[in-house]
């Protein structure tokens, strides 16, 4: 099992970046994907999770009409467009993967409800 996360960089504020996370080694039936944060000092933070089946998907409170998660079913790669950036969006960005079913969306919400973890990606958000 293997996650690949790239796409990060510098970007300006109010700028636009685009994440991806490539997955191999397991079967996507009955799973969800997740998209993590942690900025320097703070403790990781969710982002947004999407289920692998229905593509429903669920976001923090704090990038909610701002970021859009997707997947492509067919590459096995979940995606994070992340629009009007701010300052405060910097941070490491980790994307996850969950094998099991825990019922609502909300459940995704919680680092512990993923199985594997990708290595990260750097965004900084500056002028």
């Known amino acids: 099992v293997q996650l690949q996360a790239f796409g990060g960089g510098l970007v300006q504020p109010g700028r636009s970046l685009r994440l991806s996370c490539a997955a191999s080694?397991?079967?996507?039936?009955?799973?969800?994907m997740g998209w993590f944060r942690q900025a320097p000092g703070k403790e990781r933070e969710f982002v947004a999770a999407?289920?692998?089946?229905?593509?429903?998907?669920y976001y923090a409170e704090s990038v909610k009409g701002r970021f859009t998660i997707s997947r492509d079913k067919v590459a096995n790669t979940v995606y994070l467009q992340m629009n009007s950036l701010k300052p405060e969006d910097t941070a490491v960005y980790y994307c996850?993967?969950?094998?099991?079913?825990?019922?609502?969306?909300?459940?995704?919400?919680?680092?512990?409800?993923?199985?594997?973890w990708g290595q990260g990606t750097l965004v900084t958000v500056s002028s």
């Open positions: 999407i289920r692998w089946t229905l593509g429903s998907t």
């Open positions: 996850a993967a969950s094998l099991a079913n825990y019922g609502g969306n909300v459940a995704y919400s919680s680092s512990s409800k993923y199985d594997y």
């Open positions: 080694g397991f079967d996507f039936r009955s799973n969800a």
